[in-house]
């Protein structure tokens, strides 16, 4: 998986191998896109694929200055935050529906699968309470396994902002978990 | 010390732990690749700026038919429409302004005084024009010219000149 996001790719590529790059991590950039939206799955599907045509049609060109993931993923932020400013209006989150949805598609037991979707809904909430950098910086780090410095290089910001972010995000997650209460299968302060 | 140290330790775990559920049922819902990467590469060859529907092709919950652009069908409708329309009126402008320059100016000057001035040609001439028209008109109308006389021997001594 880590050979996969420090791959060298080639500014220079053909649309085939450009295909291949995205495919290789076409889930984990719709997972960059749901965090982007709000979890709203529709606008990140909408967002991954003007991604995708940006990218495709040329408009989005990678340099080579960065690996291949943090330039995309640059790519899904900027058409993240055109899209938020485009639309005044957000869509209603259908939380119950997701929660079910996803609960079916897990392996674990009933009582399992519904403790991991309300855990999962509870960090979804906590994290839309964060500030727009804290949220991007924890889940390049903890979703996506980057460093803090390919976080950083995603969010063009500097290092030390990026670190700052992580930080006091992190604070504040946690904060905002503990609050929630140890009914909510979180895993709390040990 | 050592316990906060542990903490902090076990807080960054139990957090991308929970960031891992998260991702795990986001992987789930992820729409299929290769549709995808089609509808991109039909914008790709048919760029509008804004899809016609949603990348997901199907209506969003709160919106019905909408793009990313959050635009409705109908409003792209009237849009395309309107585009349309401008479009064909500008096609329109400029076949005529290609056109016009095959008759030149100069040609269409002559053509005009020719109509105006040439009986022949259709010039309007009143009936009692005739009527105005004086005996040794030409001698008004004209201008003398000096040093073409028709005198035999050059000009007349003039008046004035005192002969011994």
Not at chain 1, 52 to 77: D, N
Not at chain 2, 7 to 16: A, S
Request: net charge positive.
């Amino acid at each position: 998986m880590r050979a996969t996001r420090t791959r060298k790719v080639s500014p220079a590529m053909d649309p085939t191998e450009l295909v291949a790059h995205l495919q290789r991590l076409h889930t984990e950039s719709f997972g960059w896109a749901l965090s982007n939206c709000g979890w709203d799955e529709p606008e990140a599907e909408d967002v991954l694929q003007t991604a995708y045509s940006r990218v495709l049609s040329g408009k989005a060109r990678f340099g080579g200055r960065s690996s291949f993931r943090t330039w995309f993923f640059g790519v899904i932020r900027n058409t993240a935050q055109e899209t938020a400013r485009r639309k005044r209006k957000h869509h209603q989150r259908t939380e119950s529906l997701t929660a079910a949805r996803e609960m079916l598609q897990q392996g674990d037991g009933p009582e399992r699968q519904l403790e991991r979707a309300e855990t999962v809904r509870t960090l979804r909430a906590a994290l839309q309470r964060l500030s727009a950098r804290q949220r991007e910086v924890l889940h390049l780090v903890f979703y996506q396994d980057m460093t803090i410095a390919e976080a950083a290089g995603v969010m063009e910001v500097s290092v030390g902002s990026a670190r700052t972010h992580y930080e006091r995000g992190k604070a504040r997650l946690r904060t905002l978990l503990k609050e929630e209460g140890p009914g909510e299968g979180i895993p709390q302060e040990r | 010390m050592r316990e906060s140290h542990r903490n902090g330790e076990l807080e960054e775990h139990d957090l991308r732990e929970l960031f891992q559920d998260m991702k795990a049922m986001d992987q789930a819902r992820a729409p299929e690749f290769r549709g995808m990467v089609e509808r991109a590469l039909d914008d790709r060859v048919h760029p509008t700026g804004e899809r016609a529907a949603g990348a997901s092709g199907r209506p969003s919950p709160s919106e019905g038919w909408r793009g990313a652009g959050g635009l409705s069908m109908s409003r792209r409708w009237r849009r395309g429409t309107l585009a349309g329309g401008l479009l064909a009126a500008a096609a329109l402008a400029g076949i005529l302004l290609a056109r016009s320059p095959g008759v030149s100016e100069a040609e269409f000057e002559r053509v005009v005084r020719t109509f105006a001035t040439d009986p022949a040609g259709g010039a309007w001439r009143s009936p009692t024009d005739g009527l105005l028209e004086l005996p040794g008109q030409n001698l008004l109308s004209t201008r003398p010219s000096i040093g073409a006389s028709g005198w035999p021997g050059g000009l007349p001594a003039s008046p004035t000149t005192i002969h011994p």
